[in-house]
């Protein structure tokens, strides 16, 4: 009785693992649905989480313009495999070939499905370009580490070209590449002023908390002015919802203006990082999906130099080293 | 003779049993070891009146702020700073001597970690409190930054400070230029500052501590003392190759 229990027993091992590995596979289905946004302009909204092994990093917005001579992308997600199904996505709207991809920004979740685009020349700004190939390969570790196997096989390709500003034409759309700074060091904003859509990346953030771990706060707030000025009719952002008017680049000043106050005011008052990290926030901050945590990652990233500031009326050396 | 090793075995984990007064809240695998280590096997209770504040994810492994803060326990001897995965494990010893028994710091991890301030008070107790951090990690292992511009020997062991008064009390808020090299990166030996005090116009000190090289480079501390009307207070200390560390920071 014993030894066929036992092959039952292995059998039935065998039937499960062989089950849990199918549904693994189509476990990494980020199940992207292009949503028309305007003529020829579709973007793939992704969800205004952190980075999980629930979402494979679908936390951001990539977008795609069917034009007369063929597709252009901007941004390529976090993985190969977003970037493959983003293929595939697009396939699904158009017969037409991505003929060019722009990266808005060198951070993981809007470049890292360029590996999915090779053949296909992607442009970006020079800064984004050195950002890419600097930082690429520790964020496509981080992206594994946190998204665990949805990112498998993903690599840092960096863009092979630099973005040339102003204007660009392509199938009947014209195309606005403006390098702006303040996210990081290298901002690209695509308006297309066929369809008045503008392409923010992570220069602008609405009903989500924006993140700043190569932000400099005066220079984009300068940024968001020169958006403002643009006039767009539509703006997608890097993340949170497409939208008409300037919600977005109101929204993203509100928060960045209010983080500069609150940390220049808790460095003048002496206070230590994690009690900073502790602070209230403002009510209408509370409920915005990722306040606490981007709160917390920018007093990590932009405090010690207004730490630095307050401390600056500098002790007075008595002895230096004997 | 497997019986006899049972025996023995269950013996120890009796005696394990008894000598650990309260679990482990932070359920670290590591935890018996400390005790043993650093405490000598004494009873630790775990104190809802001590807090690590610390962020839940580590942004900066180079760089992680911890604040320990203890509220309404009288007569606070010793506070030591253990991280339980750090490849070194022991970041500060800290006798608060007449300031308040909490500060301020910033840490290097080397992975996801247990931070713990384990409080000894005058009549020889162990009390503990403690939080997880999670990091993608490579703290201690690498190289410090500062080594890479020209003049970190010069600004060696320079003081900034500042203090912050509010009639009783002022918080001293100091940052030190000092690599805090670990050891661990290849090639760069252990170099970092052991002792640390804040005397007063008599050059009694007012608080002690010593300092470990998971200290985050040039460390930056906040301590509050009880305002005693000095015009500066004096931060004196030294590393471990004898470089001095002496400056007044004004109010």
Redesign the interface.
């Known amino acids: 009785m014993k030894t066929p229990s036992r092959a039952r027993l292995i059998l039935a091992l065998c039937a499960a693992v062989t089950a849990f590995a199918a549904q693994g596979d189509a476990a990494f289905d980020y199940r992207l649905q292009p949503v028309k946004i305007a003529d020829d302009t579709w973007a793939l909204i992704g969800s205004t989480e952190d980075i999980t092994r629930g979402n494979g990093g679908n936390i951001v917005n990539t977008a795609f313009v069917v034009t007369r001579d063929g597709v252009v992308v901007i941004d390529s997600g976090p993985s190969l495999r977003y970037g493959e199904q983003m293929r595939a996505a697009i396939a699904r709207v158009t017969g037409q070939p991505v003929i060019r991809v722009f990266n808005t920004h060198h951070h993981p979740d809007h470049f890292l499905g360029n590996q999915a685009y090779r053949g296909v020349p992607i442009a970006a700004l020079p800064a984004t370009r050195a950002g890419e190939h600097s930082d690429g390969g520790a964020f496509a570790d981080n992206m594994y580490r946190m998204a665990g196997d949805w990112a498998s096989g993903t690599e840092a390709q960096v863009a092979d070209e630099d973005v040339r500003p102003g204007r660009w034409s392509a199938g009947g759309h014209e195309f606005e590449l403006i390098a702006l700074e303040g996210h990081t060091a290298g901002d690209l904003a695509i308006l297309d002023r066929s369809t008045g859509t503008l392409f923010a990346g992570d220069l602008v953030f609405l009903d989500r908390a924006p993140t700043t771990p190569h932000a400099s706060v005066p220079r984009w707030l300068a940024t968001l002015d020169a958006l403002a000025r643009l006039g767009a009719k539509r703006t997608l952002p890097g993340h949170g919802p497409v939208h008409e008017g300037l919600a977005g680049i109101d929204m993203t000043r509100d928060w960045l203006r209010w983080l500069d106050q609150t940390l220049a005011q808790a460095a003048g008052s002496g206070m230590d990082m994690a009690e900073v990290m502790r602070m209230p926030l403002p009510a209408r901050f509370e409920r915005m999906p990722l306040a606490r945590s981007e709160f917390e990652r920018s007093v990590t990233h932009l405090y010690a130099a207004y730490e630095q500031r307050a401390m600056n009326s500098a002790a007075q050396p008595v002895l230096q080293q004997k | 003779m497997k019986r006899w090793f049972a025996a023995l075995g269950l013996a120890w984990l009796c005696a394990a049993a008894v000598s650990a007064a309260d679990a482990d809240p932070l359920n670290s695998v590591r935890w018996p070891d400390l005790q043993r280590e650093y405490l000598g096997n004494a009873p630790v209770s775990f104190d809802p009146r001590i807090e690590v504040?610390?962020?839940?994810?580590?942004?900066?492994s180079m760089?992680v702020?911890?604040?320990v803060r203890i509220k309404g326990l009288p007569d606070v001897k010793r506070v030591l700073v253990v991280a339980d995965f750090n490849p070194i494990v022991k970041v500060l010893d800290f006798q608060p001597l007449i300031a308040q028994p909490g500060l301020?710091f910033?840490i290097k991890l080397q992975q996801a970690s247990p931070v713990r301030a384990l409080v000894q008070t005058g009549d020889g107790r162990w009390l503990a409190g403690g939080a997880w951090v999670d990091a993608?990690g490579g703290g201690c292992t690498a190289p410090s930054t500062g080594r890479g511009a020209p003049d970190w020997a010069q600004k060696?062991?320079?003081?900034?400070?500042?203090v912050?008064k509010d009639g009783q009390n002022q918080?001293l808020?100091?940052?030190i230029m000092h690599p805090m090299d670990t050891g661990l990166a290849p090639g760069i030996p252990a170099f970092f500052i052991e002792q640390l005090a804040v005397v007063d116009d008599k050059g009694a000190p007012m608080l002690k501590l010593e300092t470990f090289e998971p200290l985050s480079e040039n460390p930056?501390f906040?301590f509050d003392l009880p305002d005693l009307g000095q015009d500066?207070l004096?931060?004196v200390g030294r590393d471990n190759n004898g470089?001095?560390i002496?400056?007044?920071?004004?109010p």
């Not at chain 2, 060696?156 to 500042?162: D, F, M, S, T």
């Not at chain 2, 002496?246 to 004004?250: E, G, M, S």
């Open positions: 504040l610390a962020p839940k994810v580590a942004e900066d760089n702020p911890v604040t301020s910033r993608a060696l062991n320079q003081v900034q400070g500042r912050w918080r808020r100091l940052r930056v906040s500066a004096r931060v470089n001095r002496d400056a007044r920071v004004l």
